[in-house]
């Protein structure tokens, strides 16, 4: 499979396993809350191209599906832990917020995860693995402490890390501009960390600028990576996004990464791979149904 093909077919992996989670928390089989990916699937799907989590470390957020399955391209473990089954990726005891998978963790505090990603970052530094961690984190994390402090630690220790801000504009429901003066990127630079832009509408090239800072990344020189996106569910499953104007949806829905690629390189076969994916998801959703049914599958 070819590299537009194999991004697409993650990209609409992560969309469609979101949907699904959706009209499963909708029957009242899932348990918990959810953070959905939609609309930002370009970003962990970019990223972590570049990524291998037999030596790297990635850490995550409360809104991590996504890299989950750009990291794993499995759907199963995933809904088998959102519904609490042992079969689940933390047997069924973490929920959507706290997942772990080899070398990937996250945990539901709002950028709790960065000060330990700078830790773990260290500490590849010390063992000179040549690892690199990447950090995602959201804007909403951007006016925590402990945030602003691994920032400047990271740049202390000149660690191999590479921060990835997934800006989505609004905090729960708050917008950027209503809780923050001044840019992130000012922030960013303050600490004498690299700074990089990019908004979500092209793979591509989030995944060629993600693959250069990775490399600078593991000669032990932080880096920070701006991603302007937008999610097009809610910020938890009960958010009806009142908060978001139809305009700005629409505007977004110009750059929608997965409807981008189709029209940049039209000559692949995309229906085929969204079958693929489809039955993929489907699978998963039956054998997990098929653990149920068995019984002693709680965790």
């Given at each position: ?168 504009g609004y905090a729960m429901s708050t917008r950027a501009d209503k809780s923050s003066r001044g840019t992130f990127s000012e922030r960013v630079k303050s600490f004498g960390l690299g700074y990089s832009f990019v908004d979500s ?59 981008n690629l189709e029209v940049a390189y039209p000559q692949y076969d995309y229906s085929a791979i969204r079958l693929i994916v489809e039955k993929k998801i489907e699978d998963a959703c039956d054998k997990a149904r098929r653990v ?8």
């Amino acid at each position: 499979m070819e590299r537009v093909e194999r991004l697409y077919e993650i990209m609409y992996l992560i969309r469609k396993t979101e949907e699904k989670i959706e009209e499963l928390f909708s029957e009242g089989i899932l348990r918990g809350t959810t953070h959905g990916y939609i609309g930002e699937e370009a970003i962990a799907t970019g990223v972590l191209e570049n990524i291998d989590l037999e030596r790297d470390i990635v850490t995550g957020t409360h809104r991590s599906h996504g890299h989950y399955l750009a990291l794993t391209g499995d759907p199963f473990p995933l809904i088998s832990e959102l519904m609490g089954l042992r079969t689940g990726v933390n047997s069924g005891k973490g929920g959507s917020q706290h997942l772990s998978h080899k070398n990937f963790i996250t945990n539901g505090i709002t950028g709790g995860m960065t000060p330990i990603a700078v830790g773990m970052a260290f500490a590849e530094k010390l063992n000179k693995s040549n690892a690199i961690t990447i950090a995602f984190l959201g804007d909403g994390a951007m006016n925590e402490g402990y945030v602003m402090e691994a920032l400047n630690l990271s740049a202390v220790y000149e660690v191999p890390i590479l921060f990835v801000l997934e800006n989505n504009g609004y905090a729960m429901s708050t917008r950027a501009d209503k809780s923050s003066r001044g840019t992130f990127s000012e922030r960013v630079k303050s600490f004498g960390l690299g700074y990089s832009f990019v908004d979500s509408s092209d793979v591509l090239k989030i995944a060629d600028i993600a693959n250069l800072l990775v490399a600078d990344s593991r000669s032990c020189k932080p880096n920070f990576l701006e991603v302007r996106t937008h999610r097009f569910c809610g910020h938890s499953k009960n958010d009806k996004r009142e908060y978001i104007s139809s305009h700005e949806d629409e505007e977004w829905k110009k750059k929608d990464p997965i409807s981008n690629l189709e029209v940049a390189y039209p000559q692949y076969d995309y229906s085929a791979i969204r079958l693929i994916v489809e039955k993929k998801i489907e699978d998963a959703c039956d054998k997990a149904r098929r653990v149920i049914s068995e019984g002693e599958s709680y965790g």
